[in-house]
C-alpha cells in the first residue's frame, strides 16, 4: 500500500514559478516509478511528467517539457515537481500517482496509488 500527500500549490502569476512536493508513505519507494498528472474544471486527468525508480529517466507531456522538471529523493520519499513559465492554461489540480516499477518504461497511465490533489491557480 502507498499513500501520498501533495503540497505546495497555491497562486501563482503568470510566468511565476513553483515547486510541488509529494510524501510517499511506502516500505520501499524506489520500486516506484512515479508520476504527476493535473485535471483542469471540465477536463480529463492528463499527464504531466514521470520519474523512474531510480530517477535516470524522465517523461513529460508536450506542453510542460522545458518548463516543468521532476525530481525525486529516495532517501525521504520525496518527489518533486519544479513549475517553471507558469501560463493561465496550468491552472488544474495537481495529483501525485505511483505504480510499481516493472522496468524503467514511464507509462501515462495504469497509475495504482493517488494523492488527494493540490490547486494549482495561475492568474493572467
Known amino acids: 500500500q502507498v499513500q501520498l500527500v501533495e503540497s505546495g500549490g497555491g497562486l501563482v502569476q503568470a510566468g511565476g514559478s513553483l515547486t510541488l512536493s509529494c510524501a510517499a508513505s511506502?516500505?520501499?519507494?524506489?520500486?516506484?516509478?512515479m508520476a504527476w498528472f493535473r485535471q483542469a474544471p471540465g477536463k480529463e486527468r492528463d499527464f504531466v511528467g514521470g520519474?523512474?525508480?531510480?530517477?535516470?529517466?524522465?517523461n513529460y507531456a508536450d506542453s510542460v517539457k522545458g518548463r516543468f522538471t521532476i525530481s525525486r529523493d529516495n532517501a525521504k520519499n520525496m518527489v518533486y515537481l519544479k513549475m517553471n513559465s507558469l501560463k493561465p492554461e496550468d491552472t488544474a489540480v495537481y495529483y501525485c500517482?505511483?505504480?510499481?516499477?516493472?522496468?524503467?518504461?514511464?507509462?501515462?497511465?495504469?497509475?495504482?496509488?493517488w494523492g488527494q490533489g493540490t490547486q494549482v491557480t495561475v492568474s493572467s
Open positions: 500517482a505511483a505504480r510499481f516499477a516493472y522496468s524503467t518504461i514511464i507509462v501515462k497511465s495504469n497509475y495504482n496509488y
Open positions: 520519474i523512474s525508480r531510480s530517477g535516470e529517466s524522465t
Open positions: 511506502v516500505r520501499t519507494f524506489s520500486n516506484y516509478n
